[in-house]
């Protein structure tokens, strides 16, 4: 470890066993963070507090006002911007020496190989049923641990699970495809969302330094008061996705489009490049344009209609009434506007 780092650490290296190589072990690990709202954003944050460097950002939505008040790290002015960008700049201010890769995208049964092949240790901050079935299925396959966190009504949940040593994620939730509804509302005060941050935080850092993570294998749940419950998860013989090794099968969703609420989400399935510095002179020239990030860009449409589109060729429309308004907003958008800006 560097004399810069030493001072930086100082308090840290202090501790009684602390293995200095192994904090410096920690920077060398690769960690990738599916959603980022509140619970993504500070996570990361605080895992960049504790020594991490290399983080790959996955989430294909904007930073809208609502949103601000979950995480610690969020400000009025960030929305309108997609959150992984934010939440990029948000890292690169903890640490100067910070490695952030950004995907302004869903994480698709498409992309997931490519986004998650060289990783350590997978974070799941989504909001749905399936994005968790699918990041289960890949890191089964491939055996990368993953700490599941979610907030509901109020309540906190932080799940650690690790291939071959503890329960897989359908060993409780064996039936994905008959869940109507996947989606995890959300709705929690902010001091909820602070809880889990730190128990997950905790428990990834525990884990790379070699202390028994506590919650390894277990589901924790928060109430407010303080109310927690931890039960140890055993593992399901009969579970059709870890019992045996057979070749993965994904969730039978369409990751591509989906609506979520009154927003709808359109990943691109090809390395689209747009140009986005073009997109937004037109955007601007209209007067239509609200933000311009390094990510993409965050303009009025028509109506209550507001639209993000990325660099990579997300499509984001917010304020329509449904799957079919969206699929044809997304459509006309891309034949009147966005194939003009596409990068050979
Ligand atoms: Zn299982």
Redesign the pocket.
């Known amino acids: 470890m560097n004399e810069l780092k030493k001072s930086f650490y100082d308090r840290v290296l202090k501790i009684r066993d602390v293995d200095e190589d192994l904090v410096d072990e920690l920077s060398k690990m690769k960690l990738a963070v599916v959603g980022l709202g509140g619970l993504g954003a500070d996570i990361s944050a605080a895992l960049v507090k504790n020594g991490f460097r290399y983080f790959k950002l996955i989430d294909p939505d904007i930073l809208l006002y609502t949103d601000v008040y979950r995480g610690v790290n969020f400000k009025s002015d960030d929305t309108g911007y997609f959150k992984v960008e934010v939440v990029k700049k948000i890292l690169e201010r903890l640490a100067s020496d910070v490695e952030v890769i950004i995907y302004p995208q869903t994480l698709t049964d498409f992309n997931i190989d490519r986004l998650f092949r060289d990783v350590d240790l997978v974070i799941d901050a989504t909001d749905n049923i399936y994005s968790k079935a699918l990041i289960n299925r890949y890191s089964?396959s491939r055996d990368i641990p993953v700490i599941y966190t979610a907030v509901k009504d109020n309540k906190g949940v932080i799940i650690f699970l690790e291939p071959d040593k503890t329960?897989?994620?359908?060993?409780f939730h064996p039936d994905i495809e008959d869940v109507d509804d996947g989606y995890i509302n959300g709705y929690g005060f902010q001091y909820i969302y602070s809880i889990v941050y730190s128990i997950a935080s905790s428990e990834v850092t525990s884990y790379f330094l070699g202390y028994d993570p506590k919650l390894h294998g277990s589901m924790v749940r928060v109430s407010p008061n303080l109310d927690i419950e931890i039960n140890y998860l055993s593992?399901?013989p009969q579970?059709?996705?870890?019992?045996s090794k057979a070749a993965v099968e994904y969730p039978d969703f369409d990751y591509q489009y989906f609506l979520k609420g009154d927003t709808f989400i359109y990943t691109s399935d090809e390395r689209v490049r747009l140009d986005i510095e073009r997109l937004s002179r037109e955007l601007a020239k209209k007067h239509i344009l609200f933000r311009r990030g390094d990510a993409g860009v965050f303009f009025e449409y028509y109506g209550n209609i507001r639209v993000g589109v990325s660099y990579s060729g997300t499509v984001v429309v917010i304020g329509v009434t449904g799957f079919d308004e969206g699929v044809s907003t997304t459509r006309r958008l891309v034949e009147d506007m966005l194939y003009q800006f596409v990068i050979d």
């Open positions: 089964v329960a897989c994620f359908e060993c593992k399901n579970c059709r996705i870890c019992s």
